[in-house]
């Protein structure tokens, strides 16, 4: 099964490249009321006890380019979810 989603363009801006032990996600967010919830996605994902699981690289006006390891994909793309940053996800 894939995991997939559908963002409005107006919101974020988002683009996928997979790689062999993760993705590369690049990501700016449009939206200044979903500004927060990209910087609240940052500390969860700092905070947890695995160090290595999403990385951010914050760009100037809202642009990250984020690596997320291939086997927390699933809870990176719920956490753009969770935060408003996706209007869809779904596994096909």
Known sequence: ????YRHNKEVIQ???TPN???VEFDIKVLAEDKWAGIKELQRTFEDNDVHTD???YPYENHH?????RIDYY???I???????LLESVEWV
């Open 1 to 4: 099964m894939t995991l997939t």
């Open 14 to 16: 988002i683009s996928e």
């Open 20 to 22: 062999v032990s993760d």
């Open 54 to 56: 999403v990385l951010f």
């Open 64 to 68: 990250y380019k984020v690596i997320v």
């Open 74 to 76: 699933a809870d990176f």
């Open 78 to 84: 719920l956490g753009l979810m969770k935060h408003h």
